[in-house]
């Protein structure tokens, strides 16, 4: 149990966005989370994941056009 839980409000601010996000994210069950009483907690490995799975990488496209001819 050594992963660390994180607020809505923490998670906000480290996603850079308003609460609003990380609560649709929790009632759309988009991410797990945790309920603690009427608290609700996301772990930070959830927050990780969910960054990752959302993650795009860039595309390298190739310049076929521009080949000299010999």
Do not use: C
Request: hydrophobic letters at 40%; glycine letters at 4%.
């Amino acid at each position: 149990m050594t992963d660390r839980y994180l607020s809505v409000d923490q998670v906000a601010e480290l996603l850079g966005t308003s609460v609003r996000f990380p609560r649709r994210l929790v009632e759309e069950r988009r991410i797990r989370y945790v309920k603690v009483g009427r608290h609700v907690r996301i772990p930070a490995s959830a927050l990780e994941e969910f960054i990752e799975s959302h993650t795009v990488e860039p595309v390298r496209l190739r310049r076929a056009g521009l080949r000299r001819a010999a």
